[in-house]
Antibody, heavy 113, light 112 residues
């Protein structure tokens, strides 16, 4: 069974940093593109970052490019999202996703002073 | 980026009624490898999204067969044949043929 468990969320002040982690199990992690997707309160789903199987290629929307960094450790079956220069509009539940198919339970990130 | 236009934005159905949701893409979702990477997700209130349908029409394990997907190219449809109370929530189409993967804006299904 595919399991994705996020951690690292919380309340952070604008301009500060936060790092999310995702522990994967139930599948061969290194074989899959992985992604982070977020959902602001009462809003739809927004793709945040994607990383290739080896980690050599990463993709970001303009809204987070230059501020967020996705990375992975295939030996640990773990995915990460380093979020810098956080803004109030980054407030959302962040989901770790295996492609566009499987999702973790999500972790809340609140950016507020 | 590929834009997915989902309609209707809201749907109100009685138990047992059949409903359909449309998802139209701004470009073909047929991949060069012959697959079409169009999935349907359901997000129940307070829950993360869950996969219902993948590759346009393949039912995810454990999903009731009242759910079905169809379509090709740029036009896709999710059908629920006989809505049940547990089906309420927001339905999303999502494509991963073209990077980055993108979502439809969602269809909220309400039970009358």
């Amino acid at each position: 069974e595919v399991q994705l468990v996020e951690s690292g969320g919380g309340l952070v002040q604008p301009g500060r940093s936060l790092k999310l982690s995702c522990a994967a199990s139930g599948f061969t992690f290194s074989n899959y593109y992985m992604a982070w997707v977020r959902q602001a309160p009462k809003k739809g789903l927004e793709w945040v970052a994607t990383i290739s199987t080896s980690g050599s290629r990463t993709y970001y929307p303009d809204s987070v490019k230059g501020r967020f960094t996705i990375s992975r450790d295939n030996a640990k079956s773990s995915l990460y999202l380093q979020m810098n220069s956080l803004k109030s509009e980054d407030t959302a539940t962040y989901y770790c996703a295996r492609g566009a198919s499987y999702w973790g339970q999500g972790v809340m990130v609140t950016v507020s002073s | 980026d590929v834009v997915l236009t989902q309609t209707p934005p809201t749907l109100s159905a009685t138990i047992g009624q059949s409903v359909s949701i449309s998802c139209r893409s701004s470009q073909s979702l047929l991949h060069s490898n012959g697959n079409t990477y169009l999935n349907w997700l359901l997000q129940r209130p307070g829950q993360p999204p869950q996969l219902l349908i993948y590759l346009v029409s393949r039912l995810e394990s454990g999903v009731p067969n009242r759910f079905s997907g169809s379509g090709s190219g740029t036009d896709f449809t999710l059908k629920i044949s006989g809505v049940e109370a547990e089906d309420l929530g927001v339905y999303y189409c999502v494509q991963s043929t073209h990077a980055p993967f993108t979502f439809g804006s969602g269809t909220k299904l309400e039970i009358k």
